[in-house]
């Protein structure tokens, strides 16, 4: 997508300038919308990808999620500028209404792409290629101290380049890395019990909300308008965060994810780290490869027990990638590729072999 020159991180947008375009897709949270500011890009040249969450279904939701909703919105606001991560283009705050521009990714998501591929699997090479980048998004959010714990082929989308970006950080966690007894911040700072410092974060500039009055987004979210296109994502049941002790530090107790991606650490509550985004991009790179989740059961319960006690199964012959996934489906965090040093090996098992 070819960015609007005037675009400078942290843009205030103007509510009343904003064009809906189309639906791109709905979440739990929010509606995400293709968007234009009629002020600066009157003929739409420069659309992006607009998230709306309307604050009154935030509160129906979850007690958390509009802390939630705040949380993404800080992470999109602290990644600089990366290859593989959205950049936070603006946002804005209405009496009802909370938003945010990040640029727009025309490729669709992983998830669809698998299912636009004969027999809805990819190539090695196409998965090695999706891996590597997923890994530096991930090496670079946790260089900033924030755990993923989303990763799943839905939220990798697929820029008009063919590069991925990394969707939907409601669910991060931001995970003390240095100073062990700093207890952990983020959207789960219920959790902890502490108040939410963000200390490398940039705060948002507050932006008071403008008087009540019906908007051309809140005018579209509450009465439709032929932009919907009926889209809902598609399948993987979240997990609900529930609450667990809280360990303190560097580890998180929160129980979050979607259920076939959920590392053995989680499913047992001992607290995690790091290592559950590792996890994940094994069952993500499992499902790449033979268009199904390793240890997916006949309900949560059986998933669970097979994320604790099965070995993923490994059909045809042993290959490289095949090594690599095993070697990240390691259900002990400290032998996972990707724990503290072997970071070095999982780069070099995938870039290096082709
Ligand atoms: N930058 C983007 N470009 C194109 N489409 C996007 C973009 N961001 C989001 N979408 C579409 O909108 C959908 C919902 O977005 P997102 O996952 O951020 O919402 P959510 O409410 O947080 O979802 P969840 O149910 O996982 O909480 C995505 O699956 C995708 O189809």
Known sequence: METHPN???????????????????????????????????PDGNYPFALKVVEKSLLKTKHNDAERRARWEMTVLASINHHPFLPTLLGSFEAHDLLGWAVPFCSGGDLNVLRYNQNDAVFSSSAIKFYLAEIVCALEHLHSMGIAYRDLKPENVLVQGSGHVTLTDFDLSRKLSIRKKKQPAVGFGSSDSGSTNTFREFKPLPPTPPPPQRRN??????????????????????????????????KRSNSFVGTEEYVSPEVVRGEGHE????????????????????????????????????????????????????????????????????????????????G
């Open 216 to 249: 051309h987004l809140t005018r579209i979210l509450t009465y439709g308008s032929g932009l919907d296109s009926g889209l809902r994502k598609a399948k993987s049941a979240r997990v609900s965060p529930r609450r667990a002790s809280f360990a303190g530090g």
């Open 7 to 41: 675009n400078n991180n942290n843009l205030n947008l103007n509510i009343d300038n904003i064009r809906a375009i189309k639906v791109l897709g709905k979440g739990a949270m929010g509606t995400v919308f293709l968007a234009h500011d009629i002020d600066s890009d």
């Open 274 to 353: 790091f290592g559950v985004d590792w996890w994940a991009l094994g069952i993500l790179a499992y499902e790449m490869l033979y268009g199904r989740t390793p240890f997916k059961g006949k309900n949560r319960k059986e998933t669970f027990r097979n994320v604790l006690m099965v070995r993923p199964e490994f059909v045809g012959q042993r290959t490289s990638l095949i090594d690599l996934i095993d070697k990240l489906l390691e259900k002990d965090p400290s032998k996972r590729l990707g724990h503290f040093r072997g970071r070095r090996r999982l780069k070099s098992m995938i870039f290096l072999e």
